[in-house]
T-cell receptor
Framework: QKEVEQDPGPLSVPEGAIVSLNCTYS??????FMWYRQYSRKGPELLMY????GNKEDGRFTAQVDKSSKYISLFIRDSQPSDSATYLC???????????FGGGTRLMVKP | GAVVSQHPSWVICKSGTSVKIECRSL??????MFWYRQFPKQSLMLMAT?????????EQGVEKDKFLINHASLTLSTLTVTSAHPEDSSFYIC?????????????FGQGTRLTVV
């Protein structure tokens, strides 16, 4: 079993839809949770990170962490075709540790 | 945000030759950089940790004599794929943690697509 599980998709939604992307993990030591967006043939781009449990909002993006369930989510409101990309979750026990990535979910937002 | 620049963005080389990939932190210093490999539709696989002024740390199963890493300055790390073979064809990505936030705020290069023919 992988440490971080993520549905590979693809997830196809119409423009304007609310998108929910999720990851589950098994290591209870993880404290920091990141979401990256990766366009095709590009490096990952950090969207946001959250420490411990709770919600964090940045524009159309909201990250949620439920440590009791070992489950994290990224919500995208009013999705746009430009949001079409692969979304990778990543997590760390501490800031100085190595990132552990999920496999990524490919999202397609259709106009 | 901080910028990490990777060069070249793509390269095609003949089997048996060596290829050097550069990773630069443009507006911050990075004592540590990371090198990843990514196969199509798969996630990033950490290959090695590049440490400025000392030897790189390789992940299990990664051949250190094949993937030579040099971190000569606080803004530059290089990965050299030696005696490349077609199975080395992949997408290589570097990253650098930024400031005191460490890997919670890691910035990635744009990646290098290597094709060995």
């Amino acid at each position: 079993q992988k440490e971080v599980e993520q549905d590979p998709g693809p997830l196809s939604v119409p423009e304007g839809a609310i998108v929910s992307l999720n990851c589950t993990y098994s290591n209870s030591a993880f404290q920091y949770f990141m979401w990256y967006r990766q366009y095709s043939r590009k490096g990952p781009e950090l969207l946001m990170y959250t420490y411990s449990s709770g919600n964090k909002e940045d524009g159309r993006f909201t990250a949620q962490v439920d440590k009791s369930s070992k489950y994290i989510s990224l919500f995208i409101r009013d999705s746009q075709p430009s949001d079409s990309a692969t979304y990778l979750c990543a997590m760390l026990p501490g800031a100085g540790n190595m990132l552990t990535f999920g496999g990524g979910t490919r999202l397609m937002v259709k106009p | 945000g901080a910028v990490v620049s990777q060069h070249p963005s793509w390269v095609i080389c003949k089997s048996g030759t060596s290829v050097k990939i550069e990773c630069r932190s443009l507006d911050f210093q990075a004592t540590t950089m990371f090198w990843y490999r990514q196969f199509p539709k798969q996630s990033l696989m950490l290959m090695a940790t590049s440490n400025e002024g000392s030897k790189a740390t390789y992940e299990q199963g990664v051949e250190k004599d094949k993937f030579l890493i040099n971190h000569a300055s606080l803004t530059l790390s290089t990965l050299t794929v030696t005696s490349a073979h077609p199975e080395d064809s992949s997408f290589y990505i570097c990253s650098a943690p930024h400031g005191r936030q460490g890997n919670t705020e890691a910035f990635f290069g744009q990646g290098t697509r290597l094709t060995v023919v």
